[in-house]
């Protein structure tokens, strides 16, 4: 248990951030996508920029993880209809259920026990497309 505290504090302050920043309010996820207020876009495209210059720090400076070993990162076939697809069903689910993966934790921290069932749900969905993946269209 020891070994894994410092994810959970880190989860713990992460929650914290998203309740400070209002990132899990309902009312700030349906402004975006009635496109009312920049709130979550800047949110969301502050993290964009943050990741992409992290990822070119790591490949301009061939950054290792904590084991010594190099992160690698590895090109993928892009096939747009897996993207467009995937997108929407995540937007949809967004869209329904005012949360994405990361809140939905800190919604339940913070006191909202029906989230469980949207846990519950992706958790379920995953599981199924890991059962099914084998026989979908890639």
Known sequence: MMKYLKFILLGVV???MFTKAEVISWYRIQEMFRFESFH???VIGSAVVLGAIGTAII?????KDL???TILFQDKQRTWPRYIIGG???GLGWALTGACPGPMFT???????VFLVTIA??????WAYGALKDRLPH
């Open 107 to 113: 919604l339940v921290g913070a006191g909202h026990p």
């Open 14 to 16: 992460f929650g914290i």
């Open 67 to 69: 084991y010594g070993n």
């Open 40 to 42: 979550m876009y800047g």
């Open 88 to 90: 929407t069903i995540f």
């Open 121 to 126: 749900s992706a958790i379920a969905g995953t």
């Open 59 to 63: 490949k301009h400076w061939r950054m």
